[in-house]
């Protein structure tokens, strides 16, 4: 699983900034999953994409979080104005087709820290 | 709304000890059950169970799942101090957008201590 590259590893925001996560899923995978992680909590999904399309997005905030998986490039989480309680640690997966199963690899995550 | 729940929420033994943590699930359009083990970093896959009453082995790890009664267990024999680690439970759903979405359970956390 170290082949999905997530960065920055670890990233520190005051209130009010915005944060964007990177997800470089693996070679030939152009499926990509992100999920959030809260303190003491398990693993929630947050959205779902293919390549230049948002295939779910049932997990997603509704204000202030979006993500986009561009042709060419890493898959991006974007949060804008970051609160205290958007600090959690985010995960992305990839898989090279729609089933998951075995075949879904996670990065190492990005910890965000809102201050 | 799909629902995945694991217990113990967290588990203290010895080593060589023998460890069952336990996964039910409520979720519509079942298509796996997956462990994965997390150790302050990414998950790592361990088994995925797709069908009833088949026990899946890894060393000294084992799972086996019952779709009649909705859970699963994972066993781990004679623990060491490496099997420390959060146990995460995530249930794949099919059908629709929803295809490949990993449901988790919120982890059992096992310490092993030497």
């Known amino acids: 699983n170290a082949g999905v590259m997530q960065n920055p590893r670890h990233l520190v925001r005051r209130r009010g900034q915005e944060a964007r996560l990177r997800c470089s899923p693996m070679?030939?995978?152009?499926?990509v999953y992100w999920y959030r992680q809260l303190p003491e909590e398990g693993l929630k999904f947050m959205v779902y994409?293919?390549?230049?399309?948002?295939?779910?997005e049932s997990g997603m905030p509704k204000e202030r979080f979006s993500a986009e998986f561009p042709k060419e490039g890493p898959s991006i989480l974007r949060i804008q104005q970051v609160v205290r309680g958007d600090s959690a640690a985010y995960f992305c997966a990839s898989s090279p087709n729609r089933q998951t199963g075995t075949e879904a690899f996670f990065g190492q995550g990005t910890r965000l820290t809102v201050v | 709304e799909d629902k995945v729940v694991q217990s113990p929420l967290s588990l203290v033994v010895h080593e060589g000890d023998t460890v069952t943590l336990n996964c039910s699930y409520e979720v519509t359009n079942f298509r796996s059950l997956l462990w994965y083990k997390q150790e302050k970093k990414a998950p790592t896959f361990l088994f995925m169970l797709t069908s009833s009453g088949i026990e899946k082995k890894s060393g000294r790890l084992s799972s086996i799942l019952d779709k009649k009664e909705l859970f699963s267990i994972l066993n781990i024999t004679a623990t060491q101090t490496g099997d420390s680690a959060v146990y995460l439970c995530a249930v794949e759903v099919q059908g629709g957008t929803s295809y490949g979405k990993l449901t988790f359970g919120q982890g059992t956390i096992l310490t092993v201590h030497p």
């Open positions: 070679k030939g995978h152009s499926h």
């Open positions: 994409l293919q390549k230049e399309n948002i295939i779910d």
